[in-house]
């Protein structure tokens, strides 16, 4: 079940114009977990996870915390020992390799194994 929902709700992001809703901005401490975002982080409004919550975006390239964004997915977080992918959004044109969003993203990441998706 997860692998046909991770293809259907995450992969038809990649490549296209999204709006994400952010709920940890830059700056930000996780309410549960000692954890300081270093990144701006929200949601896709009007979307289902897994985890029976919005689809979870970084926001990479803007330095100033935020309300909103809107920007282009350029890649999915696919955990492989969780089932709460992430989506990474990055102003249009903006491209980053997939060990510069290994590092963006470790802040949160380094506590699950995961692997970077890509539109091949």
Known sequence: MFV????????KYLNKIVKVII???????????DLVYSLNYGYVPNTSAPDKEEIDA????????L?????????IIHRLD??????????????YTNEQIKSLTDFQEKYFK???????
């Open 58 to 65: 970084y926001i990479l390239g803007v330095s100033e915390p």
């Open 82 to 95: 969780d089932d709460d992918d992430k989506l990474v959004i990055a102003p249009k044109g903006e491209t």
């Open 114 to 120: 995961s692997k970077i998706v890509r539109v091949k």
């Open 4 to 11: 046909k929902k991770f293809m259907n709700e995450y992969t």
């Open 67 to 75: 309300t909103d964004f809107t920007g282009e997915c350029i890649a």
């Open 23 to 33: 709920d940890r901005p830059l700056g930000s401490k996780h309410p549960i977990h």
